[in-house]
C-alpha cells in the first residue's frame, strides 16, 4: 500500500490517491475506486468517458 501525491490521466487529476503496487500484473495498469471514486465516469455506445467533479 502506498499513496501517491497525484494522479493524472490527461486533464483529469486526482491528488492524495490510495495504491497498491501489484507487480505481477505484468506492466498491466488499473485504476481503483479511490481515483475513479472522485471522477464522473460514463459508458455510452462502447465510449467511456472520465470527468472531474467539483472538489
Do not use: C
Not at 490517491?17 to 485504476?31: H, N, Q, T
Request: glycine share 12%; hydrophobic share 45%; charged share 20%.
Amino acid at each position: 500500500m502506498t499513496r501517491l501525491d497525484t494522479v493524472q490521466i490527461g486533464g483529469v487529476k486526482a491528488r492524495n490517491v490510495s495504491a497498491v503496487i501489484a507487480p505481477g500484473l505484468d506492466g498491466d495498469v488499473l485504476l481503483g475506486m479511490s481515483f475513479l471514486g472522485r471522477m464522473d465516469v460514463r459508458l455510452f455506445q462502447g465510449k467511456m468517458t472520465i470527468t472531474q467533479l467539483e472538489e
